[in-house]
């Protein structure tokens, strides 16, 4: 079974502060991991995922992951808040031969002047 | 489409009445997905679309609801005698792959929010 915990319902960070959001998942495969950006009023997008290879992720926006298997975390880093960046965070996890994703209840972040 | 494609953006229903939800997915997208956005929650996984094959129902809460779709084209979701804990967010989402899905992701799209008075 897969399952996604984000512990911190909601963040703040100042602008030009650095962006943490954290992610542990549990599956009992190896997983695919994403991250999901929801900005008010409009559906989810693809931040950046995880499949094989490199553990350390890019994404759009400045933002990165990295996989750590041995911590089974996939935590989302931003090393300079934007006001822009302000949204809801999601981290989903999926099986390699999975058809859907789990996914965890969420981040708020808000990025204070 | 250029994306995924859903409306009403905004429905305002009345405790009791039936709602009809519908989702265009990207053009040549096999597979289609529903969740449910409650306010302050997570993604629920509500029901699952693959080409012509029986639909992966498991995440329906209620026999409220029922959803279709006719081939790899538009789905609705139908939502009946709707109650207010049904006001929620329902997220559309078409993938490419039908199996393996993990490696492709979803394309969503940006739900509608359905309030139940």
Redesign the interface.
């Known amino acids: 079974a897969q399952s996604v915990t984000q512990l911190g319902s909601h963040v703040s960070v100042s602008e030009g502060a650095l962006v943490l959001l954290r992610c542990n998942y549990s599956s009992s495969v190896p997983p695919y991991l994403f991250w999901y950006v929801q900005y008010p009023n409009q559906g989810l997008q693809l931040l950046l995922k995880y499949t094989t290879g490199a553990t350390l992720v890019k994404g759009i926006n400045g933002f990165e992951a990295e996989f750590k298997k041995s911590e089974t975390s996939f935590h989302l880093t931003k090393p300079s808040a934007h006001m822009s960046d302000a949204a809801e965070y999601f981290c989903a996890v999926s099986r390699s031969t999975g058809n859907q994703f789990y996914f965890g209840t969420g981040t708020s972040l808000t990025v204070i002047p | 489409g250029a994306g995924?494609s859903?409306s009403p953006s905004n429905k305002v229903t009345e405790k009791g009445k039936d709602v009809e939800l519908r989702c265009d997915p990207i053009s040549g997208h096999t597979?289609l997905?529903w969740?449910r956005q409650r306010l302050?929650?997570?993604?629920e996984?509500l029901i699952?679309f693959?080409g012509n094959s029986a639909p992966?129902k498991s995440g329906l809460p209620s026999d409220r609801f029922s959803a279709e779709r006719t081939g790899e084209s538009v789905s609705t979701l139908t939502i009946q005698r709707t109650q207010q804990e049904d006001s929620a967010v329902y997220?559309c989402?078409s993938s490419f792959k039908?199996?393996?899905?993990?490696?492709y992701?979803?394309t969503?799209?940006?739900?509608t929010?359905l309030t139940v008075v």
């Not at chain 2, 302050?40 to 993604?43: N, P, R, S, V």
């Not at chain 2, 039908?98 to 490696?103: E, F, H, L, M, R």
């Open positions: 995924v859903q597979a997905y969740y302050g929650q997570g993604l996984f699952y693959q992966d997220l989402a039908t199996s393996g899905v993990g490696a992701g979803y969503f799209g940006s739900g929010r």
